[in-house]
């Protein structure tokens, strides 16, 4: 058996072993007793929540705003009453990620909690990183449903050049060669698609193009010219107003929402008149604004919460497959911008699109 010296000099091995622990982890920990009060840190929690000696022997309600998390005490509280283990998640005040571990210190003879442990790991960069994964399969997703409706477009078109075709009398054969032209049009469109897809295998994020100095008024008569044969076919009228024109933006995805709002301006329009479609620009706060004003159905108003979210359709009778504004809608979070509308039942609708401007452009 031990005699006292020895047991003495045994338990000042322990608390100087246990010292030497607390002054050379990396982990902030705390000692809190089941009253409540901070008994020990360790440095590394000094360091990150600001702690001093003297808040040693403190009751945690003095300390809390420390720790710059608000239910702390609430969960200490919880693991000493039920003994069990809590991991948690936890985001701070100075938007640092932590993964909190709260474990009950039991006295065995008593089998009872006298207080607890607690655990910090910042997994900030661990959240970051996550963050960035989900962005990118969101990037991929949005970025395969923009290369199917990029597809699909041109094909529409085609298949409506044929059916023209095939409604051409003997007589009317003069109208082949503008015919002809559009379908040369939709296929060297989809030609493009599939090149910059097949391209972008050996280049990263090449289909995905990067910012450019575009000329909004040059991206309006390429849409034109690709829609001519829905614009051929319903006689719509297309009027513009193109105030500032210069925006710095990724020419695809410009392009997308331009197309994407004059089709569906075109494609929603009422049976009992000519489609009309007028388009604008101009600036508003650090904002170049795009509106698409129409003379179509227009959006019931139980519809305009919904119009946004993927395959939904206004009618379900026009063809389409409800992707078109969804994709607006996301590029355009994306860039930090947003679209607005206005509509009413059977008299059309306005969409107004809303890109930041850089300093250069604003300049």
């Known amino acids: 058996m031990l005699n006292k010296n020895e047991k003495i000099d045994e338990l ?51 300390v809390a705003d420390n720790f ?23 985001q701070t005040t100075d938007m640092k990620w932590f993964q909190m571990n709260i474990l009950p210190y039991l006295i065995r003879k008593e089998n009872k909690s006298n207080g607890v442990i607690i655990t910090f790991i910042d997994i900030s960069t661990r959240i ?24 699909k477009n041109p094909l529409m078109a085609l298949s409506l050049t044929v059916e023209l075709l095939k409604k051409v009398p003997e007589k009317g054969k003069e109208r082949f060669p503008a015919l002809l032209r559009n379908v040369e049009n939709s296929l060297n469109k989809m030609k493009q698609v599939i090149f910059d897809l097949v391209q972008s295998r050996g280049h990263e994020h090449r289909y995905q193009a990067v910012e450019e100095m575009l000329d909004l008024e040059n991206i309006l008569e390429d849409v034109r010219l690709t829609l001519s044969t829905q614009i051929q076919a319903s006689k719509a009228i297309i009027r513009s107003d193109i105030g500032p024109s210069e925006i710095t933006f990724p020419r695809r995805k410009l392009r997308s929402i331009i197309y994407n709002l004059v089709n569906n301006a075109i494609k929603y329009g009422s049976s009992d008149r000519i489609p009309e479609v007028h388009i604008k620009s101009y600036i508003e ?35 389409g497959n409800g992707v078109g504004l969804y994709l607006v809608n996301e590029i355009l979070k994306s860039a930090g911008g947003k679209i607005t509308v206005e509509s009413e039942p059977d008299k059309g609708s306005i969409f107004r699109v809303f890109i930041p401007l850089n300093e250069s452009t604003e300049a």
């Open 128 to 151: 970051k990183d996550l963050k960035e994964q989900e962005k990118l399969i969101s990037e991929h997703e949005l970025l395969l449903d923009t290369i199917a409706h990029d597809i």
């Open 12 to 62: 000042i091995e322990l608390n100087e072993e246990l010292e030497n622990y607390f002054q050379n982890t990396i982990i902030p920990q705390l000692f809190v007793d089941a009253q409540l009060v901070l008994r020990k840190f360790t440095p590394p929690a000094m360091k990150q929540f600001k702690l001093k000696k003297d808040h040693i022997g403190k009751h945690l309600v003095e």
């Open 68 to 90: 710059r998390f608000p239910t702390i005490i609430d969960n200490i509280q919880q693991v000493i009453d039920t003994g069990e283990i809590l991991e948690k998640e936890i």
């Open 285 to 319: 706060s650090s904002f170049l604004v795009i509106s698409v004003a129409d003379n179509g159905i227009g959006i019931n108003p139980e519809n305009m919460d919904s119009i946004f979210k993927k395959h939904f359709r206004v009618k379900s009778s026009v063809e």
